[in-house]
Nanobody, 119 residues
Framework: QVHLVESGGGLVQAGGSLRLSCAAS????????MAWFRQAPGKEREFVVAINWSGSSPYYEDSVKGRFTISRDNAKNTVYLQMNSLKPEDTAVYYC????????????WGQGTQVTVSS
């Protein structure tokens, strides 16, 4: 079992930045691929980015490439999402997820953190 807790969401103006954090507890953090998803009001949850255990070769959804950066600190059991040049369409609840395999289906989920970008 892996327990995930997100933090760092909030309200920001368009063009601004936020950094989300996801703290993991439970089983060995380095076993897991970590990912971020988001769900906007009235829309399905969508994949944003994933990172493997070593932190290499992250995979980004096209709309966030060049603006968002995922990283992980295995010593702190934490994964981060640095979000720059935020747009109103980035407004969503952002979820952290973990799984032992790389992909778009994840076993463990956090409770989510709200990100609101005003125009």
């Amino acid at each position: 079992q892996v327990h995930l807790v997100e933090s760092g969401g909030g309200l920001v103006q368009a063009g601004g930045s936020l950094r989300l954090s996801c703290a993991a507890s439970g089983r060995t953090f380095t076993r897991y691929v970590m990912a971020w998803f988001r769900q906007a009001p009235g829309k399905e949850r969508e994949f944003v980015v994933a990172i493997n255990w070593s932190g290499s070769s992250p995979y980004y959804e096209d709309s966030v490439k060049g603006r968002f950066t995922i990283s992980r600190d295995n010593a702190k059991n934490t994964v981060y999402l640095q979000m720059n040049s935020l747009k109103p369409e980035d407004t969503a609840v952002y979820y952290c997820a973990a799984d032992v395999k790389f992909g778009k289906v994840y076993e463990y989920w956090g409770q989510g953190t709200q990100v609101t970008v005003s125009s």
